[in-house]
C-alpha cells in the first residue's frame, strides 16, 4: 500500500510528547489560512472534520485530514510530517515546545501514481 502521509523520527518524537501531554491527537493540513500551508496539531475531535475533508492516512495512530480542494493539488505528492526550530502562529499543541511541524513533499513515481489510482490510497 502507498502512504499518502508519513512522518520523520524528529516528528514522531514531538508526537509522542504531545500525545503523552494530551491525549489521542489529530492533524489537518491547513491550506492557507493563519499559518500558511502547515500541519496543524490538536486534541483528537477538537478540530470538526467536515465532508470536504480527505482522509490521508495515519502518523503514529493520528489521523491527518486537508480539505479537498488543497488535495487536489497535492494528490500527486506523498506529505512527509517534520518538526523545525521557530512558531507558528500558536494554534497547533506544538508552538509551545518551541517547534513547528512542517509538511515536506516528493512526488509520487509513475508506478505510485498508477497504483493509488487503482485503489491503493487511504481516504
Known sequence: MIL???????????IDKLKRQHGPLMFHQSG?????????CYPNGEFRVGSN????GEIADCPVYM??????????TQLIIDVVPGRGAGFSLEAPEGLRFLTR?????????????AGGSPS
Do not use: I, K, N
Open 67 to 76: 480539505d479537498a480542494d488543497q488535495f487536489a493539488y497535492w494528490r500527486h
Open 32 to 40: 492557507g489560512c493563519c499559518d500558511g500551508s502547515a500541519p496543524m
Open 4 to 14: 499518502r502521509v508519513l512522518a520523520t523520527e524528529a516528528a514522531l518524537e514531538l
Open 105 to 117: 513533499s516528493r512526488v509520487f513515481t509513475d508506478a505510485e501514481a498508477d497504483a493509488l489510482a
Open 53 to 56: 475533508d480527505v482522509h490521508l
